[in-house]
Nanobody
Framework: QVQLVESGGGLVQAGGSLRLSCAVL??????YGWFRQAPGKEREFVAV????????YYSDSVKGRFTISRDNAKNTVYLQMNSLKSEDTAVYYC?????????????????WGQGTQVTVSS
């Protein structure tokens, strides 16, 4: 059974840092992504890492502040978030897929974690 288990969310002041982790249990995938959803808003793409090439891509809103990485030995994906802003407040989800499709589109991903809350106070 495939499970994605997130951890690392919490409350942090603006300008601070957090690191989210996502343990992927049961199998490996080609692409691992992070999405977020703020209250009243649609789920939006944050970052993706391609397992085969290790290439990474980011949304413009987090580029230069967030870093996605993976540890193949642990089958775990990380999201290091620095210089956090109040607008980064959201529930963050990790996702996995081996399907073809736009890696920035939530519908491309068939497996999701339960979400972890990140709250940035200003």
């Amino acid at each position: 059974q495939v499970q994605l288990v997130e951890s690392g969310g919490g409350l942090v002041q603006a300008g601070g840092s957090l690191r989210l982790s996502c343990a992927v249990l049961g199998r490996t995938f080609n692409n691992y992504g992070w999405f977020r959803q703020a209250p009243g808003k649609e789920r939006e793409f944050v970052a993706v890492v391609r397992r085969s090439t290790d290439n990474t891509y980011y949304s413009d809103s987090v580029k230069g502040r967030f870093t996605i990485s993976r540890d193949n030995a642990k089958n775990t994906v990380y999201l290091q978030m620095n210089s956090l802003k109040s607008e980064d407040t959201a529930v963050y989800y990790c996702a996995a897929t081996s399907s073809a499709g736009l890696w920035s589109r939530a519908s491309t991903y068939g497996f999701w974690g339960q979400g972890t809350q990140v709250t940035v106070s200003s």
